[in-house]
């Protein structure tokens, strides 16, 4: 019988692999110096989120996420015949980022194939490292399927980024930094997309301090790992395009949910509207730029999820920084329209000489920024002299736009709020929701 071409002698299902702490103290000296020791500092955020909340920043890594200790960690860990040879890996960006960095630093051959949807701020990284870059197929699963095809022709190592037992060592490093900085920790939350970061994380905390929860966090439209658990196996999800790419994984790693399935506290999976708003928050308040992945565990406090941790001392994994331009631009806008803080309305003016203008006024007396007004005066019914504006706005919040609607609704008849339903002053109002943390978002 002929061997599947993804088959991999480290990451073997019918063989899979137990990661010990032992295994992960000895990356830790051998990493030293390759990668940092990064801050774990208080959040400015823990008296509103009522916890002591601890950010570990693994954004600040050389390539800006946690993969370099489980990459780095992998490399070392090669023999010399296998350095010359080199190393082949598939990635949504942040492996692949940390592959063409450390081997070029090391001096070691590699290839890194990376799917058609690839964050193009990732790619870019990429190609500057020096390694050689290939776009392949549309999901990670297809990006990996090229890159085994192509190991065959040159023998080259595929290096599983979130499976091979020396990625899950290198990873769980971060444990171990979590607990020399914050010793009494009660709580850790953990990103997890193919597992090794959650699985050595596991393995290193509740071998030394066991009391220890740990969580691990998945987006709604990422949920591999919870799926693996429900069923008590491996099973490949179809995934959606997701804010949080990092966690796209379709199947968890053999040897990461070996080592999670008996040590992990809680899996909890989260909306995106939640991982747009703590993207925003991050940056507003912690002045830390993430990507949709690392803020999943801020988002899940902020959703209400942890209602149990109010008053303890909790970790959050901050596990990258490369976020696109463009996505950090809609996770700001997103976040803003989900707190009342970007509003979209229309209004109807009088269309003679300082009409429009009146109406900006007053918008400016009231401190609301017109961010966007479009004219509409062709398909306008009734008054002739009448004109439509397409408003955007932006307020302080739901007080704020709760104010500028009742001051629209004092001077102008006919407007219309999509997001709450009121359309014109006669008719019967809907009972709009403008609570400052609307739980029918969750909805």
């Known amino acids: 019988m002929q061997q599947d071409v993804e088959y991999d002698e480290f990451c073997d299902p019918a063989r899979p692999r137990t990661v010990f702490c032992d295994d992960i103290l000895v990356a830790a000296k051998r990493i030293a110096g390759y990668v940092r020791y990064t801050p774990c500092t208080k959040a400015n955020m823990s008296k509103e989120l009522k916890m002591d909340l601890y950010l570990k920043q693994e954004c600040t890594q050389h390539t800006g996420s946690f993969k370099e200790r489980g990459v780095v960690n992998t490399l070392l860990s090669l023999s010399d015949e296998q350095k010359k040879i080199g190393v082949i890996a598939a990635s949504t960006g942040n492996h692949a980022q940390a592959v063409t ?234 976040g803003m329209a989900l707190e009342g803080r970007l509003v979209k309305f229309k209004v109807t003016v009088t269309d003679r000489p300082g009409g429009m203008a009146e109406f900006c006024r007053m918008m400016g007396k009231i401190g609301v920024t017109i961010k966007d007004c479009i004219p509409e005066r062709a398909w306008v019914k009734g008054d002739i002299f009448s004109c439509e504006l397409k408003v955007i706005a932006e307020t302080k919040g739901w007080d704020h736009t709760n104010q500028m609607i009742e001051h629209i609704k004092r001077h102008y008849t006919d407007y219309f709020f999509p997001e709450f339903g009121e359309r014109r002053e006669n008719r019967r109002a809907k009972g709009s929701c403008l609570a400052r943390n609307p739980r029918c978002m969750e909805k």
Request: with cysteine; net charge neutral; aromatic share 4%.
């Open 101 to 334: 960095y450390h081997s070029t630093q090391l001096g070691i051959p590699s290839i890194v194939v990376m799917p058609i949807t690839a964050p193009l701020t990732k790619l870019n990284r990429c190609q500057k490292f020096g390694a050689k870059t290939i776009l392949n197929g549309n999901s990670i699963a297809e990006a990996k399927r090229h890159a085994c095809i192509l190991r065959q022709d040159n023998k080259m190592m595929y290096l599983n980024g979130y499976d091979h037992p020396n990625v899950i060592e290198g990873q769980g490093t971060v444990g171990l930094e979590i607990l020399e900085q914050v010793p009494d920790v009660d709580a850790i939350l953990v990103p997890c997309g193919g597992g090794s970061l959650l699985a050595g994380i596991c393995v290193a905390v509740k071998h030394l301090k066991p009391d220890t929860q740990i969580y691990g966090i998945e987006s709604n439209k990422t949920s591999s790992m919870i799926e693996a658990l429900k069923k008590n196996e491996r099973v490949y999800v179809n995934l959606e395009t997701s804010i949080a790419d990092g966690l796209s994984v379709n199947m968890v790693g053999v040897n990461s949910f070996h080592n999670v399935k008996d040590k992990v506290d809680k899996m909890v999976v989260v909306k995106e509207d939640w991982v747009a708003r703590a993207v925003m928050h991050v940056v507003e308040k912690e002045r830390f730029i993430i990507e949709g992945a690392a803020a999943t565990g801020i988002a899940a406090i902020m959703a209400g999820l942890f209602p149990d941790l109010e008053g303890k001392k909790v970790v959050c994994l901050l596990s990258g920084g490369n976020i696109d331009t463009t996505t950090l631009a809609r996770c700001l806008e997103r």
